[in-house]
């Protein structure tokens, strides 16, 4: 697809602590970024981390005003820079997952007679039913969720229909909870949305639809039938349909940018507001994953992306609609035992050089001789278990490891069970896969060493500090030509690459492949041990 270079595409991102943009021009070539910080830019608010913790400790929220007067802000700011919005063809973006908005009635004429010579929060002052947004990071709805999982038959039934067991932090477990604690203000609210949508709503100067992607995260929608669960809406609240009307293609074309912008910030009559989704739908577009792909976030919490074809929901992990292309799947695993796990190791067995430890991986042949770790030293998600697990070739446990078998075995669990429960979830190496490795584990490349040889694919490094962003501006331009067949892929094609790291070692299939079934094995063990 050929794009004039002077023209420009915007991905904004509305995440936990900071409202984010970036353009790019027709090259892709990002030419400008932004950021407006919740706690430092907007102090009003008074929140930590963007968000309010309540005093249960469990239920969080985010003031949906300070959304809207950061995008005032950030706009000010580009406007103030010099930036030019006549350049800009398309617009889209994405939202922090499963936080929810409550519209009050009136609202959506408020949003389509905006008035271009006043700030977008003073208009919509009285717009929301519900002032503080519940966020992902709530976990307040753990009745909602034992009540919807109960009337549908169960954790797997709901997955079966949804993509994930019930979550507290899921949308319909949320807009359950204020429809039975909140009900004045439930009654109040004409239009339910996402923060994705939200978030649209205001560039569209109406009531944006969700989008399949982030429609995914609520435990609400059919993920096969792409339409709300009948069995689901009703376990939730009577007629809820009516406040969230029926869900699009995450690559639809909302219609173009309210006359609000065209006005006070100069956007052209023509610039297209393409749906928003969720931030990590957003990640996968913005690292440019393929069918067959899967992206490891190394971090505090270790994250796994998958692009995969045929979804086979469990009650572990989640699997969304795919942002990119509305035939696939992206599943996500999130592991809480990451790199303070390997920090701790690092510490306890290398001194704490980063050098020692790789020099100690090095040192030990791949497959560890059969030493197979597990090492959960907080509660993990994925499974539900926790403690450190030692086995030696026969499976019999043993208490230590010798300092190199124990770096080994860390490296190598942690990677064994990033492919067990990718596969459960119907994960498949196809011809072509690459392993996109981010975060910061991912600049040790005796680490990705390992990676690549349990997967058996090579390992390419990204930059992905602003991912969600730039899956936004990249989801924009794709927009504009994905009704005519053109695919994600070719639409970013002059994007800029990962970079290869390292590559499978020879033979290294025919040690992970038997080492896989017994991690799976052991892990089992270790699960019915712990909850036992």
């Keep these: 697809m050929a794009a004039p270079a002077d023209c420009c595409y915007l991905g904004f991102d509305f995440s936990t602590q900071q409202l984010k943009v970036v353009a790019i021009d027709g090259n892709l070539q990002v030419t400008n970024q932004s950021n407006v910080q919740f706690d430092s830019d907007l102090p009003e608010f ?114 079966d229909i949804t993509g994930s067991r019930a979550y507290e932090r899921f949308t319909g477990n949320q807009i359950a909870k204020i429809h039975q604690f909140q009900t004045d203000k439930y009654n109040e609210t004409e239009r339910i949305s996402l923060v994705s949508s939200f978030a649209a709503s205001l560039f569209l100067g109406d009531y944006a639809a969700i989008d399949y992607s982030d429609g995914s995260g609520m435990n609400l929608m059919d993920i096969f039938t792409k339409k709300w669960s009948q069995p689901c809406m009703n376990a939730t609240v009577p007629q809820l349909a009516e406040k969230l009307k029926e869900p699009k293609p995450s690559t639809a074309v909302l219609g173009s940018v309210s006359p609000y912008f065209i006005e006070r910030f100069g956007f052209p009559e023509d610039c297209k507001v393409v749906a928003f989704t969720g931030d990590n739908p957003g990640s996968l577009a913005g690292m440019r994953l393929q069918e067959g792909d899967i992206a490891v976030s190394l971090g505090t919490s270790d994250t796994v992306f998958l692009w995969i074809k045929e979804p086979r929901p469990t009650v572990e992990g989640h699997i969304f609609c795919n942002p990119v292309d509305c035939h696939s799947y992206m599943a996500l695993i999130c592991y809480k035992n990451g790199s303070l796990t390997r920090e701790r190791i690092r510490n306890e067995c290398a001194e704490g050089s980063w050098e020692g430890f790789s020099r100690a991986l090095r040192s030990v042949p791949i497959g560890n001789n059969g030493n197979i770790g597990i090492y959960f030293d907080a509660m993990e998600i994925t499974p539900p278990a926790v403690g450190v697990h030692r086995f030696d070739k026969h499976g019999r446990w043993v208490a230590t490891f010798t300092r190199e078998v124990e770096i080994r075995a860390l490296v190598e669990g942690q990677f064994l069970a990033k492919r067990v429960h990718a596969q459960k979830l119907g994960y498949k190496i196809i011809p072509g896969t690459r392993v996109l490795a981010t975060g910061g584990a991912s600049s040790n490349k005796d680490i990705l060493q390992v990676l690549s040889d349990v997967f058996n694919a090579p390992v390419y490094t990204i930059d992905v500090a602003n991912s969600a962003c730039l899956g936004g501006a990249y989801r924009a331009m794709h927009g504009l030509v994905a009704e005519s067949g053109v695919s994600f892929a070719e639409a970013v094609r002059k994007a800029p690459g990962a970079q290869l790291a390292v590559t499978p070692t020879t033979g290294a299939e025919e040690i992970y492949g038997p080492l896989l079934k017994r991690y799976a094995e052991l892990e089992e063990k270790v699960l019915k041990d712990t909850t036992g």
């Design 46 to 159: 008074r929140t930590q981390g963007g968000v309010h913790i309540h005093e249960d400790r469990l239920t969080v929220t985010s003031p949906v005003h300070m959304w809207v007067k950061a995008l005032d802000l950030i706009l000010e700011k580009m406007k103030n820079a010099g930036f030019d919005f006549s350049n800009v063809k398309a617009l889209s973006g994405s939202g922090q997952q499963h936080g929810s908005v409550y519209w009050r009635k009136g609202a959506r004429q408020a949003l389509q007679h905006l008035d271009p010579g006043r700030d977008l929060h003073s208009m919509l002052q009285g717009s929301f039913a519900v002032q503080d947004s519940p966020v992902w990071m709530d976990s307040s709805t753990t009745e909602q969720c034992q009540c919807l999982e109960s009337a549908v038959g169960g954790a797997q039934q709901l997955a």
